[in-house]
């Protein structure tokens, strides 16, 4: 039952010592695996944009410290009249064009609020270019240098949603001195973070469909499995990965019959360069084994000139509400706000993203 005991002996290495038996046997073994991984385990290279046969670019993008580009898109108030700057950091699945958190905030309060909000493709998604060396740190890089480069200012607001989490508690571990405040709407709990106590992660994880229950195993440990386990038919990979809606909860599916057709123009885009380097890098990063642990963090505004928000429904299928009350237990400091009967896309229920933006930005002293 506890995911660190049996799940790890379910995918425990091989006993290598018995193919130190014979040589020969070792070299047959290492063909067969080689040309199974090449053929049916490896990923195929992602499609960059701008190359031959590559999707167009057709996004602006700045280049990064390590020669990668990221696209993005502004929204709201032009950037040099805006107050209050905000970098918008996507889940899983989505890009530069989920920009609900400014498309759904009512008109009057963009002026009023004073908002400039800019999005942006992580990277392998939509027209920002792969990076396989990714992890929590260098995404939190990635929003630094996006904010350096339009000019945001010393400090800037960031919103965080589901997969997005993992940059946003980076961001307040590694550049808390540039943040103005921050929001984290229903962000990913990662089962694998070092003071989540076994029984609390175990819990939350057994609260997961199945199939998604062993994609995290999966993305956790034996990441270099992950894309054939996503793609092939066999048995239910993610649910994300797949687009299985089967296992949301109520509200969320009647959010989606509601509103899924608006989100159809770029779904082609999103995926565009392929899964790997998009989803299936989501879910290495988000529940591979990160450097800090977001338990352990200090409130970054001591004086309260701002304050770190984290909103999460109760009927969320995909980051278990219980863990979220962990979490917000063990951060006095962070607000805590729960959605009663709210699935995962409450963002997009009325009324909310004014609610989530107004209390954000209010609760910073005036600068
Ligand atoms: C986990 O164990 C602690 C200490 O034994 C206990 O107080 C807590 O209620 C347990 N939590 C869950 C979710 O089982
Ligand atoms: C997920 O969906 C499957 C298939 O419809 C169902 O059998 C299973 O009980 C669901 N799991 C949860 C946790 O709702
Ligand atoms: C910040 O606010 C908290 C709670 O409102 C209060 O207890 C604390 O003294 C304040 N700190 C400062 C430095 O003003």
Redesign the pocket.
């Known amino acids: 039952m506890a995911i660190g005991t049996s799940s790890r002996s379910l995918i425990k290495p091989w006993p290598r010592n018995s193919l130190l038996l014979s040589s020969s046997v070792i070299i047959i073994v290492g063909i067969i695996l080689a040309v199974t991984y090449q053929s049916i385990l490896k990923p195929p290279q992602p499609k960059l944009c701008g190359s031959q046969g590559g999707p167009p670019i057709t996004a602006p993008r700045i280049k990064l410290r390590d020669g990668r580009y990221l696209a993005y898109k502004e929204h709201g108030l032009p950037r040099d009249k805006a107050n209050h700057k905000i970098v918008f950091i996507h889940g899983t699945d989505s890009c530069r064009h989920d920009a609900v958190f400014v498309t759904l905030l009512s008109p009057g309060l963009v002026k009023e609020l004073s908002v400039y909000m800019v999005t942006f493709d992580k990277p392998g998604y939509g027209e920002s270019d792969p990076d396989p060396n990714r992890t929590p740190k260098s995404l939190v890089l990635d929003v630094e240098e996006l904010a350096d480069q339009l000019s945001l200012g010393s400090r800037f607001y960031v919103i965080g949603n589901s997969m997005g989490g993992q940059a946003t508690w980076g961001c307040l571990k590694y550049i808390p001195h540039r943040l103005a405040g921050v929001t984290l709407v229903a962000p990913v709990v990662n089962y694998w973070w070092k003071n989540l106590p076994l029984n609390v992660s175990t819990q939350g994880f057994n ?5 998604d229950q062993w994609a995290v195993r999966v993305a956790h440990y034996a990441p270099w499995l992950i894309y054939w386990w996503n793609t092939q038919g066999w048995f239910p990979g993610s ?1 994300v990965a797949n687009r299985d809606r ?2 949301l909860s109520q509200p969320d599916k009647d959010i989606i019959l509601k509103h899924g057709s608006s989100r159809k123009p770029h779904l082609e885009e999103v995926r565009q360069q392929g899964i790997h380097e998009s989803i299936n890098r989501d879910m290495i990063v988000g529940f591979g084994n990160w450097e800090f642990d977001p338990i352990e963090l200090e409130n970054p505004f001591l004086n309260n000139e701002s304050s770190v928000h984290l909103w999460q429904g109760d009927e969320d ?1 995909l980051v278990p509400v219980t863990l979220q009350r962990y979490v917000a237990h063990k951060l006095p400091w962070l607000h805590y706000h729960e959605v009663p009967r709210s699935g995962h896309f409450f963002p997009h229920a009325k009324g909310m993203v004014d609610d989530i933006v107004k209390t954000l930005l209010s609760s910073a002293a005036e600068n």
Request: glycine share 12%; aromatic share 0%; proline share 11%.
């Open positions: 609260l997961q469909p199945r199939r649910s089967g296992n299928m």
